[in-house]
């Protein structure tokens, strides 16, 4: 099957994830550490869009998609380095994936074709930054589904603030609960009539283009240190840090991976060594990564399916609210930074890691920006964060969300009345 079709369908017919057939090898490939951000994803992704209908549009998409900073920042002098992912639209590394989907299902349709309906899962970000990349997109349409009172006070006004084709629900729920929602709306025959897709990090389109934003900047650092990079991905659903695993696995130079969790520990618990066990999600400061049976540990079962995953340099360590708030405290302290509760995460991995002896060089992705979380993180450092303009500029709109119960004729029926 080639992408284009995944791509649409979003879900497989039987309630699984897609993969590629296989992850390409780049090892021919010569690194370009100068080369930009769409140009480096050309090359890494376009083994992905072989066949596709794409693949001709893969230069316009990725210029179009991919065109947010990504400034890599010097963090301990020499020997770690945050890469920072939030200068999109709304001020998180999801603004990278979501508009490439776009970019590609905007390409994707023909004239006379149904209005196509994006239904997506947020545990807080995702849904902004899917809601922002098909906001007035003719011929979509985006319905929102939130924990209601799980997410951040400016993260509910910026879903609630689009407008036009964009419909937000609060769900009286969990993340958990919202995506199981989406899953089975996606697998429901009867609505056919709403051409149904997704665009949660379950969507292959979201995946394959964060592959990009590891490959320009680990090739510039390589480029810079001369020796492999280590890497950590502060982690919910394993989306972000699953096109990291996927870049190593097509040949870039990572070492090892740390996934950085919050107090949800489902993926500490399997990389120590007991059996994997999904469960309900925490709520946590960290509210986006607040999952507790991540739907990408399919697809890296899959990608180890041949191997031993625990014996796959990659560890998964778990940060509590408490070493939250005191990791933001103390990287404001020593490095004058306003750290978001997820970034947190990845940080205090770090300090322990440095505090066990460790002194290899790491990359530390910084998936939101503070401002985004200015309720938990002014009180500990006692300054104001500025948001950035594009973040501010959302907040000044009013902001308008539905409540809903979390199950699935109340869903239905919504959908229904679209
Ligand atoms: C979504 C999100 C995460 C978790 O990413 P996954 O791909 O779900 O693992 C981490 N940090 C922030 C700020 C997020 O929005």
Redesign the pocket.
Known sequence: MALDAALRAGLAPDGGLYVPERIPRLDGLTLQPEAGLPATARQWLAPFFAGSPLSAELAAITREALDPDLPVTGLEPGWSWLLEL?HGPTA???DFAARFLAACLGRLRSDGDPTQTVLVAT????GAAVAAAFHRRPGFRVVILYPDGKVSGRQAHQLGAFGDNVVAFRVRGDFDDCQRLVKRALNDDRLAGLALTSAN?ISIGRLLPQISYYAHSVTALHEQIDTPVNLI??????????AAIMARAMGLPIDEIVLATNANRTLPDFFSGQDYRGRPGLATL?N??D?GD?S?FERLAWLYRDADLRASSIRALSTDDDAIRSTIQRVWQDFKLAV?P??ACALDALDRLRRSGDRRPWLIAA??HAA?FDNVVEPIIRCRIEPPPALAELLQRASRAEPMAADYSSLRSRLAAL
């Open positions: 939030f998180a590394f999801k545990s807080g970000d995702t990090s991905v502060p982690t919910g659903n394993l989306g972000n840090a699953l960290a986006a990564m999952v991540p990408n978001c997820h970034t998936t939101a985004k």
